[in-house]
């Protein structure tokens, strides 16, 4: 078994849910289509997990999108991720490199984009944080729901992830006895969790297997596990809508300069091409406006 993938699971008295994935593959996509230092590397890879994370556990039928401002002018990273799994990332290097959030101004923004149009959105400061705690946080202040964020990303020599796995595990609301469950569940998670890269390589990011080590001596139940895979929403009609969000005079200046239009993907890398045909088409569609 390889391929990426999330997992759901609760204790069947109800008082935990936790979700796990492993998104080795995906995230080394993006890491070869995104190409940072390690440490980019490492806060691109734990947000990608993170989105993954948050989409499974808050709003599994949407499209959710996580932007992290690095501290100062360090540049962004984003991660978007959709219901049928398909998941990208991007990083966009700052004035000040390379990425970090030690220092002020960090932000993290989480998004889920509701049906018909709509966005729910939180916001939170993240400077000074690691990726999971910034996490951590806003499920804290954002959704008032406790929560425990794991990120195990061991990177190599050549700056591809051996394993990327990340844990989630939320108390749920209206639990008897909830501050006691809690705190041997922390003390557990912090004793035998404490270093995660090390159960990363232990499980080979097994989503199950993380799960049973977390519920270990509870009773709980699998619910449910979807695919996760590295996709990109970029195509020939969007490249040629963003040419028709261009001004007409842009757009004749193009033309103007008799080449073909070459852009790439800032997200997955591929290539377009527009041809002098579709450009002067794209140019009609505009009229006179
Ligand atoms: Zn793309």
């Given amino acids: ?31 070869a289509a995104q190409a940072g230092d390690p440490e980019t590397h490492r806060a691109l890879g734990g947000l990608v997990l993170g989105a993954l994370l948050y ?24 991660a978007d991720s959709h219901p049928s799994g398909m998941t990208r990332g991007l990083y966009q290097r700052g004035k000040d490199g390379p990425f970090t959030l030690q220092g002020e101004g960090a932000i993290l923004q989480m998004t889920r984009n509701l049906p ?29 729901i406790t929560t425990m964020i794991g990120v ?9 992830a051996a394993v990327a796995t990340a844990y989630l595990v939320q108390l749920l609301p209206e639990v008897k006895d909830a501050r006691d469950r ?41 619910l449910s596990e979807s695919p996760v895979f590295f996709g990109c929403t970029c195509s020939e009609e969007r490249i040629q809508a963003s040419l028709l969000s ?12 008799g080449e073909p239009v070459e852009m790439s993907c800032d997200y997955c890398g591929a290539e377009y091409r527009v041809e002098m045909p579709q450009l002067r ?9």
């Fill in 152 to 160: 195990g990303l061991p990177i190599s020599d050549n700056q591809q």
């Fill in 182 to 222: 809690l705190a041997v569940l922390t003390e557990r998670l912090a004793h035998d969790f404490a270093d995660m890269d090390a159960i990363a390589r232990q499980t080979d990011g097994d989503p199950k297997a993380i799960i049973e080590e977390i519920f270990y001596g509870m009773d709980f139940t699998f």
């Fill in 246 to 257: 261009l001004h007409r005079s842009e757009l004749m200046s193009l033309i103007d300069e």
């Fill in 55 to 78: 989409r499974e556990t808050m709003a599994p039928d949407l499209r959710v999108q996580c932007i992290i401002r690095g501290a100062g002018r360090t540049g962004s990273i984003v």
């Fill in 116 to 144: 018909r149009g709509n966005q729910h959105q939180g916001l939170i400061d993240a400077s000074n944080a690691t990726i999971d705690r910034a996490l951590m946080s806003y499920f804290e202040q954002s959704e008032q």
């Fill in 281 to 289: 088409s794209l140019l009609m569609k505009k009229g006179d406006a």
């Fill in 1 to 31: 078994m390889s391929q990426d993938q999330i997992v759901r699971a609760m204790t069947n008295d109800g008082a935990f849910r936790c979700m796990a994935v492993r998104g080795t593959e995906t995230i080394n996509r993006i890491f």
